[in-house]
C-alpha cells in the first residue's frame, strides 16, 4: 500500500510539472483515444434522455429563475427572428457555417460527444483530435460565440475546457463601451467580467464579445449577456455577472478555430492602451488585486482594461 | 483471525470490474445531477474491498484510480492515492466478512465514499484546480457521494449475489439434522 501510495504521488508530482507535452500526458492521450469509441457510443445512447436533464431542471427551478427565462425567451426569440432575416439561416448548422463566414473563422467542425467525467471541472469532450490538426490552445465556439479553448487533444478527441470553468479566463469587453476585463468561470458555473474600472460604462443588457487582447481568441466573437452590474462607492472595478447565450453542453457541433487572421488579434495599440487602463485602475485602488488577472488561460496577461476608444473593427454579434 | 469469503470467482469480478469500466467512460460523461457525477471506479474499488483482503485492495483500488485518472481531465495519480488507501482502510475496517447489501456494507461505503470525495475535493481546491473550498466540498463533493451512494446499492447486490451462488448460505433447503422416517 505504502509503495503505491508513493507511486501516485510520484505521478502527481510528476503530471504537474511536466507541462502539457509530458509522458503522463502523452500516456493519457493514448488512453483516451483508446476509449473514444466508448464515450462517443455513450454519447449516442444517452441523446435521447437528455430531455430528462431538461425536465428536472424545470421543476426545481426557482419563480425568478423561470421569470428569467421568460425574458430571456423573448428576447432571444426576437434575435432568432433577426438572425433568421439577416443571415437566412434555419438550422445550428448553418449557423454555424454563419458564423464561420461572418467572422472570416479559419476552422474545421466537430461534434462534442460527451461532458466531463468529473463533477470539479466543466469540460466537453469534441469527436476529433490532433490528427485533424487540432493542438492545445485553440478556441472553440458554437453558433452563439465562444464556448472554451481546447486543453487537451488525443489522437481522435479533444477535451475543450469551457468558459463557465473557474479556471477559465477571456479577455473580453462590453460591445458598446468597448470596455475592456477578464470574463471568468466561477465555482457554481456562472461567468464574471472582472476587472472593468468602476469609471466605464456599463449596464444591463450590455453584450460582451472577446477582446481579442492574447491572441487566442479572435477579436469580436460573442461571450455573452451582462445580467447584473454592482459597484460600491469605494470600489476600482465593477462587479459583472454574464449570461452566455446558451447553454453549451446541450449543444453538438461547434466550431474549433485552428488559426487567426491578422484583423482578428488585438493591435498593439489595444494593449497599450489596456495596459494604460490597467495601471491607472491599480494606481487608484486595490493593486493586489489586478495582478490576479495575470495568469489567465487567454495568456494575456492583461489586468483591468479600460478601452473607450478602441479603434478596432469589431462585428461584435452575428 | 480475519475472516475471508472464498465464494467469489476471479471471472465475475473481472466481468463487473470491465463493465464499470465501460460505464465509467461511456455514461459517466452523460449523467451530471446537481453538479455531482457518478464515479463507478470509486464504487468498484470500495465495494470490492469490503471482501477483499487490505492488500488486494489497496492494488485495486490504485488501478481503479489510475483509470479514472486516465480518462478524466482530473490530475493524474490524485484519485489513484485517495482510492488506494481509502480501499486498504475498508478492507482494514471490513476484514473480509462484510459484502453484499447489508447494513453494515453500505454503511461503511457511504462514509468512505463521503470522505474520499471530500479530501479530494480538498486537494483539487489545494491544487487551484478549484478556487472555491466550500462549493468544491459541499457542492460537487455532496452531490457525488449521493450519486455514488445510488450505484454502490446496484454493486453491492450484484456483487453479493455473485459471492452467495457459491459461498455458503442459510437460505438451503438441505439440513444436517436427519429426520427420523
Not at chain 1, 52 to 64: D, M
Not at chain 1, 103 to 117: E, F, H, K, M, W
Not at chain 1, 277 to 288: H, I, L, N, Q, R
Not at chain 2, 83 to 106: E, K, P, Q, Y
Request: include cysteine; hydrophobic fraction near 45%.
Amino acid at each position: 500500500m505504502i509503495v503505491l501510495c508513493v507511486l501516485s504521488v510520484l505521478l502527481l508530482t510528476f503530471y504537474i510539472r511536466e507541462g502539457d507535452t509530458g509522458p503522463i500526458h502523452a500516456v493519457r492521450s493514448g488512453v483516451v483515444t483508446v476509449t473514444s469509441p466508448l464515450k462517443m457510443a455513450g454519447s449516442v445512447i444517452a441523446s435521447p434522455f437528455n430531455a430528462l436533464g431538461n425536465i428536472f431542471s424545470n421543476l426545481t427551478a426557482s419563480q425568478e429563475t423561470l421569470s428569467d427565462l421568460r425574458d430571456q425567451n423573448a428576447e432571444l426569440t426576437a434575435k432568432v427572428a433577426e438572425l433568421s432575416e439577416a443571415q437566412e439561416t434555419a438550422t445550428r448548422l448553418e449557423a454555424l457555417v454563419g458564423l464561420q463566414s461572418t467572422y472570416n473563422l479559419q476552422s474545421t467542425a466537430a461534434r462534442i460527444i460527451g461532458g466531463s467525467s468529473d463533477a470539479w471541472t466543466q469540460t466537453v469532450t469534441i469527436d476529433k483530435g490532433s490528427a485533424d490538426g487540432f493542438t492545445v490552445g485553440m478556441p472553440v465556439c458554437n453558433a452563439y460565440g465562444v464556448i472554451g479553448q481546447i486543453t487537451e487533444c488525443a489522437l481522435n478527441v479533444s477535451t475543450v475546457l469551457l468558459i463557465n470553468d473557474e479556471t477559465s479566463g477571456v479577455a473580453a469587453m462590453i460591445q458598446s463601451s468597448r470596455a475592456q476585463g477578464m470574463l471568468r468561470g466561477q465555482p457554481d458555473g456562472s461567468l464574471r467580467l472582472e476587472y472593468v474600472p468602476a469609471e466605464a460604462e456599463v449596464k444591463v443588457g450590455d453584450i460582451v464579445i472577446t477582446s481579442g487582447i492574447g491572441g487566442v481568441f479572435p477579436k469580436g466573437l460573442p461571450l455573452g449577456t451582462v445580467t447584473s452590474v454592482e459597484k460600491s462607492d469605494n470600489d476600482v472595478y465593477y462587479t459583472i455577472s454574464v449570461r452566455t447565450q446558451s447553454s453549451t453542453e446541450n449543444n453538438e457541433e461547434v466550431l474549433v478555430i485552428t488559426s487567426l487572421n491578422a484583423d482578428q488579434v488585438a493591435t498593439d495599440e489595444d494593449v497599450a492602451q489596456a495596459n494604460d487602463a490597467a495601471t491607472a485602475a491599480a494606481s487608484d485602488g486595490d493593486s493586489g488585486e489586478s495582478d490576479n488577472a495575470a495568469g489567465d488561460s487567454d495568456g494575456s496577461g492583461q489586468d483591468s482594461t479600460a478601452d473607450e476608444n478602441d479603434s478596432g473593427t469589431d462585428d461584435s454579434e452575428a | 483471525m480475519p475472516l475471508r469469503e472464498p465464494a467469489r470467482t476471479v471471472k465475475s469480478v473481472w466481468i463487473i470490474a470491465i463493465v464499470a469500466a465501460v460505464l465509467q467512460v461511456a455514461l459517466s460523461p452523460q449523467i451530471s445531477i446537481a453538479g455531482g457525477t457518478v464515479n463507478f471506479m470509486m464504487v468498484l474499488a470500495f465495494t470490492l474491498a469490503l471482501s477483499s483482503e487490505a492488500g488486494s485492495a489497496a492494488i485495486i483500488g490504485f488501478a481503479c484510480g489510475l483509470f479514472y485518472d486516465m480518462t478524466s481531465a482530473a490530475p493524474v495519480g490524485l484519485m489513484a492515492l485517495i482510492l488506494c488507501f481509502a480501499s486498504f482502510v475498508i478492507a482494514s475496517s471490513a476484514r473480509g466478512a462484510l459484502g453484499g447489501l447489508t447494513r453494515d456494507s453500505v454503511r461503511l461505503v457511504v462514509i468512505a465514499m463521503f470522505a474520499a470525495n471530500l479530501f479530494y475535493g480538498f486537494c483539487l481546491f489545494l491544487l487551484g484546480v478549484q478556487t472555491n473550498l466550500l462549493w468544491a466540498l459541499l457542492g460537487h463533493g455532496l452531490s457525488s457521494t449521493v450519486l455514488n451512494s445510488l450505484v454502490s446499492l446496484a454493486f453491492l447486490a450484484i456483487l453479493g449475489g455473485a459471492s452467495t451462488q457459491r459461498g455458503f448460505t442459510a437460505r438451503t433447503k438441505s439440513s444436517r439434522y436427519k429426520i427420523p422416517r
